[in-house]
Nanobody, 117 residues
Framework: QVQLVESGGGLVQAGGSLRLSCAASGSIFSRNAMGWYRQAPGKQRELVAAITSGGSTNYADSVKGRFIISRDNAKNTVYLQMNSLKPEDSAVYYC???????????WGQGTQVTVSS
């Protein structure tokens, strides 16, 4: 069982920055693929960024060049640095973990990000 706790959300003006953190426990963190998803009201949850156990990353086209996902295996934490934020980035952001040899994500409780114009 994997437990995930997100933090770092909040209200920011357009053009500003936020850094989300996700602390994980209950598994060997370094072996997990990790990701950040977001869900805006009335929309489906979408993948924002992901990082493999080996450190390879991928991003949604809408955030490429603005967001950076990283991980600190010593702290069992994954981060999402969000720069040049836009009002359309407003959503609840969820951390996800996928241990090896599994097909399901474990989810955090979510953290709200609101970008004002």
């Amino acid at each position: 069982q994997v437990q995930l706790v997100e933090s770092g959300g909040g209200l920011v003006q357009a053009g500003g920055s936020l850094r989300l953190s996700c602390a994980a426990s209950g598994s060997i963190f370094s072996r997990n693929a990790m990701g950040w998803y977001r869900q805006a009201p009335g929309k489906q949850r979408e993948l924002v960024a992901a990082i493999t156990s080996g450190g390879s990353t991928n991003y949604a086209d809408s955030v490429k060049g603005r967001f950076i996902i990283s991980r600190d295996n010593a702290k069992n934490t994954v981060y999402l640095q969000m720069n040049s934020l836009k009002p359309e980035d407003s959503a609840v952001y969820y951390c996800a973990a996928r241990p090896p040899f599994t097909s399901e994500n474990y989810w955090g409780q979510g953290t709200q990000v609101t970008v004002s114009s």
